[in-house]
């Protein structure tokens, strides 16, 4: 028997178990909107990436699914259009909201969603992808990116680089994309130097020169080049420590690496932390040498908290809220990364929280309007 999820979205997003960056977005939404008007179930293609929220998204009222989908790539994703097809199928929902940088997995899951019957199937590009595709698979993604808008009924980015990525050039200078800014609890996060006192004594880094990173271990982060980065550092400082928040496949070789190059002592994995607002009191400088990226929640949250930042040229200068920002080149070398982050460490600390509110960033408006807009396909479904 059908069920049927009235005034519930289904947020899908192709994390793995790993809580990143587009999962910290939409779990910051659903804590912010009003539950009585808009229910959020959260749906993931192998295990969630939820398990470390579980306990508050269910005595929240909201539900979380796995698909258990594995395999190679190609096999993923038709089990994604098969498994995410019977799932729809058998649950009715009215609005599913597919959150993915994977331009593929949008297509597939999209395209599950219309041969379902869901009335309102939104895409939202949250990377801007590899720059560095193969001649085949840009012509591909040309070819393939009036397919995935003709399947959607909404477009959705969380920059106009993430955009450009994913949509038709059409789409994006014709208004039909909206640019969905990536927003945080800004009080949260806002800097304070009691709390930076209290939690730089409790992690014993009282003296150390702080320099931060808050990301999973993919491919796309290049941990590797800043684990260099972090070696020139800490040979032009030995104060100087690493602290890495995430997990990822990768993380196995990026330990290896650091004990290869003896600086294990000074670099610390943290894993997944629920108070990531305290960790960026205790940082100096913020690190983030990304090969691409839509628009990073880390950065923003890094900013609010009154860390200046050194980013890699290839995120975009949307991300940009304060002055304390600094874009180098992948080409340069880490010595010159770490030149730079170390004169930026010593920065006086000040809150861009104004900043950051004043651009769009604050949850509370960003929730607002979401939950405005699911509200208004609810009504058009129960009309039609």
Known sequence: M????????????????????????????????????????????????????????????????????????????IKLYTKLKKFLLENEYSVIHINSGNFFFNLFAVKAAKSAGVKNRIVHSHNAGDTSQSGIKRVLFQLLKPVLEESATELYACSQKAAEYMYTDFSCKSGKVSLIKNGIELERFDYSCI??????????????????????????????????????????????????????EKQGAIEQMVKALEIEEFVSFMGVVKNIEDMYQ??????????????????????????????????TEEVKICDSVKFLSLNSSPKEWGSVALSMA???????????????????????????????????SVVE
């Open 282 to 315: 205790a940082m100096d400088v913020f690190v983030m040498p990304s090969y691409h990226e839509g628009l990073p929640v880390a950065c923003i949250e890094a900013q609010v908290a009154g860390v200046p930042c050194v980013l890699a040229d290839t995120i």
């Open 195 to 248: 709390t930076r006192s209290e939690i730089r004594k409790k992690l014993k880094l009282n003296g150390k020169i702080v320099v931060g990173h808050v990301g999973r271990f993919l491919e796309q982060k290049n941990h590797e080049f800043l684990i260099k980065v972090f070696k020139e550092i800490h040979e032009m400082n030995d104060n100087a420590v690493l602290l890495l928040f995430g997990t990822g």
């Open 2 to 77: 059908k069920k049927i999820m009235k005034k519930r979205v289904l947020q899908l997003n192709s994390g793995s178990s790993n809580f990143g960056g587009v999962s910290s977005f939409l779990y910051n939404v659903y804590t912010h909107i009003d539950r009585e008007k808009v229910q959020f179930d959260f749906i993931s293609p192998n295990k969630t990436t939820y398990g470390i929220h579980r306990e508050e998204i269910e005595s929240m009222g909201g539900r979380i699914y796995e698909l258990g989908i594995s395999g190679n790539i190609l096999t993923r994703k």
């Open 346 to 380: 010593s920065f006086e600390r000040q809150s861009a929280k104004p900043c950051a509110e004043a651009k769009g960033y604050s949850i509370y408006s960003v929730a607002n309007m979401l939950q405005r807009h699911y509200s208004e396909l609810f009504e058009m």
